[in-house]
T-cell receptor
Framework: DQQVKQNSPSLSVQEGRISILNCDYTNSMFDYFLWYKKYPAEGPTFLIS?????DKNEDGRFTVFLNKSAKHLSLHIVPSQPGDSAVYFCAASGNNAGKSTFGDGTTLTVKP | NAGVTQTPKFRVLKTGQSMTLLCAQD?????MYWYRQDPGMGLRLIHYSVGEGTTAKGEVPDGYNVSRLKKQNFLLGLESAAPSQTSVYFC?????????????FGDGTRLSIL
């Protein structure tokens, strides 16, 4: 049973508009949620995180929202830029050797 | 500042051959991880280590072995490669402590088993 799910394999948006990437999880023991960004032929790089005791975290154009009761989080990118085109992974972790469980990723394409 | 370096970047093996993937980090991180990523899927944890001389199984450990003889290095071994092990392998490291510490990844090793 997949504990972290990203149900949209791909998303296409116009430059300047908002991108919303979604993630659902099933394990209520997760304490932290992280988003990673991955370009082709590179490793994932950390983007933004949120603790389970918060419902929002913002860093520049990137905002992550957490709805703990619904076990749902989303990443908002405003405004979207062509350089944001990448695969975005949602990851969840508890206090267990820093292990993270990853979703399958969403490929974001931002069109000029 | 190299971060996490994986060697080699590409490799083609024949079924039954063995090989070792090397991961080196220069950030003095305690925790290290090996993942595999298959097409259309996320990263699945193979093995991990919480310190020099320690290793533990992850989600998909079968067919792999690991060693952490030095803090900065984490080796992943395939004793008898199988086509099902064709994948992209990522190594990561992070500091110990609370879960919001991000993992730092290498650029991956693309492995094909014929």
């Amino acid at each position: 049973d997949q504990q972290v799910k990203q149900n949209s394999p791909s998303l296409s948006v116009q430059e300047g508009r908002i991108s919303i990437l979604n993630c659902d999880y099933t394990n209520s023991m997760f304490d932290y949620f992280l988003w990673y960004k991955k370009y082709p032929a590179e490793g994932p790089t950390f983007l933004i995180s949120i603790s389970s005791i918060k419902d929002k975290n913002e860093d520049g154009r990137f905002t992550v929202f957490l709805n703990k009761s619904a076990k749902h989080l989303s990443l908002h990118i405003v405004p979207s830029q062509p350089g944001d085109s990448a695969v975005y992974f949602c990851a969840a972790s508890g206090n267990n050797a820093g292990k993270s469980t990853f979703g399958d990723g969403t490929t974001l394409t931002v069109k000029p | 500042n190299a971060g996490v370096t994986q060697t080699p970047k590409f490799r083609v093996l024949k079924t039954g051959q063995s090989m070792t993937l090397l991961c080196a980090q220069d950030m003095n991180h305690e925790y290290m991880y090996w993942y595999r990523q298959d097409p259309g899927m996320g990263l699945r944890l193979i093995h991990y280590s919480v310190g020099e001389g320690t290793t533990a199984k992850g989600e998909v450990p079968d067919g792999y072995n690991v060693s952490r003889l030095k803090k900065q290095n984490f080796l992943l071994g395939l004793e008898s490669a199988a086509p099902s092990q064709t994948s992209v392998y990522f190594c990561a490291s992070r500091r110990p402590g609370q879960g919001f510490q991000p993992q730092h990844f290498g650029d991956g090793t693309r492995l094909s088993i014929l």
